[in-house]
């Protein structure tokens, strides 16, 4: 039977030495990676021309949480979409203070490109 949470916190605070911690925090390393790799998996096979998504987990922050259609996606190295914000997003990216993206005022809808396929939550109707 395995450790549990609490057993292996206590050992790290109370008994790891150097090395121990060394070789943890290459296990969760390795644990996140193959994480990271899943994630992208599933949403490499789920995001699809036409889903519907939300954006999370990306940098500049306040691009989480913005809505919009896949337009594109690229199935190169790193899978990645096109996604067209919705003109509630689309404002939204218009004010807030950004400089990385121009939006104009005659545009409704805005194009992003390059956004990871693993930062593309699908939407259900």
């Known amino acids: 039977m395995g450790n549990t949470l609490e057993q292996v916190a206590e050992f790290i605070v109370n008994d790891a030495d150097a090395e121990d911690i060394d070789r943890i925090i290459e296990a969760v390393n390795t644990r996140r990676s193959t994480l990271r790799q899943r994630a992208e998996a599933i949403a490499a ?12 987990n990306l940098t500049p922050k306040y691009l989480n949480g913005l809505t919009g259609t896949v337009t594109k996606v690229d199935r190169g190295r790193k899978v990645r979409a096109t996604v067209k914000l919705d003109e509630a997003s689309t404002k939204q990216l218009r004010w807030s203070g950004a400089r990385r993206f121009f939006v104009s005022e005659n545009v409704a809808e805005y194009e992003l490109g390059g956004v990871p396929v693993a930062s593309c939550k699908a939407l259900t109707s």
């Open 45 to 56: 096979a789920s995001v699809k021309t036409g889903a519907r998504v939300e954006l999370h």
